[in-house]
């Protein structure tokens, strides 16, 4: 019976975390939202009341069950909130399945060590391996007394008892990290994948996929939606003189420069070869002009320097198009006047915006 409790116990502790793991899409870290923080404490404590329900009964000590692993793993990895929520669920079920004079003990030495852990895990910034073991060694250090307070003084016992739920606790530490060891990396490539299926391989602009989503869900803003279609002038002849790594620079570099001309939230794409598009969300039409004319003069006067030393100059054209105040342009026509009035900077002799109103394209000198 000892040992199918034990595996009863390991399989609960498993299957929860792998549970757990699934509340967010990224690892488990101190990094997710406040939200799944308090989530993910919630759900430990369920899998803490669980695990206690199926405690291994020994002939010789107390019955052993690792209710401490879920608090020890959401120390180590999630953070403070989270190991202090398992910590006072931890608490309450004591009671709950024990209201004794040993479980009001127990609930309490559990109320204590999921406040120092908590204070511990809000200071102690170290790896995951040596926050393990520390917290392993105090949380361990505090069941130990306790069951040394409610058995009396018995050294056998207490040595005994000691090697085993210190052996108890290795074994399942050890097999709950490699678990979430092994669902980070899984969910690292994912992440990876999603990144790269949403973003252009050498600017990490978004890419044409998403430009194409970003265009058929334009609508939903009210406002002040301002669409701009840019193109690099004469890039063929970039390629053709200096050849495909001096493209493939020059390309990065604009990519820089319309990401620090760009606010937070705005949206930036690779759309083509030489191509590239900038949604501005809740920008007025005299801000967006002056926003592309900074970007191309700033692109006029950039210094592209090629490997061999070779510096060059690389003007763009830009077409602009908005919404206007009452949001009154569905995505076509706004991307049919952005085209219009690309095609018109580059026919008047690039390296000049233009700005689509209606049907009425103006110049803007740069």
Avoid at 209 to 220: G, L, S, W
Avoid at 279 to 293: H, Q, V
Avoid at 341 to 358: E, I, M, P
């Amino acid at each position: 019976m000892f040992f199918e409790g034990i595996i009863i116990n390991i399989s609960v502790l498993i299957a929860g975390f792998y549970f757990i793991s699934k509340l967010s899409r990224l690892p488990l870290d101190s990094r997710i939202p406040v939200g799944k923080k308090i989530q993910i404490g919630f759900f430990n404590g369920l899998l803490c009341f669980l695990l206690m329900k199926f405690s291994i009964s020994t002939i010789d000590y107390p019955p052993i069950d690792l209710r401490h692993i879920p608090l020890l793993i959401a120390a180590c990895y999630v953070g403070p909130l989270a190991a202090l929520i398992t910590a006072i669920i931890i608490s309450i079920s004591c009671i709950i399945i024990s209201f004794t004079e040993t479980g009001t003990i127990v609930a309490i030495n559990y109320c204590i060590i999921g406040l120092v852990l908590t204070v511990c895990s809000y200071y102690i910034r170290r790896s995951i391996r040596y926050r393990a073991i520390l917290f392993s060694i105090i949380t361990l250090s505090f069941i130990v007394i306790g069951y040394a307070y409610s058995t009396g003084p018995n050294l056998v016992k207490f040595g005994e008892f000691t090697l085993l739920i210190a052996l108890f606790t290795a074994v399942s530490m050890y097999l709950a990290m490699m678990l979430l060891k092994d669902l980070k990396r899984k969910k690292l490539e994912i992440l990876t994948y999603q990144g790269q299926a949403q973003h252009d391989f050498l600017t990490s602009l978004l890419n044409k996929r998403m430009f194409d989503r970003a265009i058929r869900h334009i609508n939903q803003y009210k406002e002040n939606t301002v669409l701009m279609l840019i193109d690099i002038d004469y890039f063929k002849k970039v390629n053709d003189i200096y050849g495909h790594d001096a493209g493939d620079l020059v390309l990065k570099e604009i990519a820089s420069i319309l990401n620090a001309h760009t606010a937070y939230g705005q949206k930036v794409f690779r759309i083509g070869g030489e191509e590239f598009s900038v949604i501005l969300i809740d920008c007025p039409a005299p801000l967006a002009k002056k926003i592309g004319e900074d970007i191309c003069r700033e692109v006029a006067n950039h210094p592209f320097i090629l490997s061999n030393g070779t510096r060059i100059r690389i003007t763009i054209s830009i077409g602009i198009s908005s919404s206007g105040q009452d949001g009154d342009k569905n995505s076509l026509s706004l991307f049919r006047l952005a085209d219009r009035a690309l095609y018109q900077a580059k026919s008047d002799g690039r390296n000049r915006v233009f700005y689509a109103s209606d049907e009425t394209v103006h110049h803007q000198t740069v």
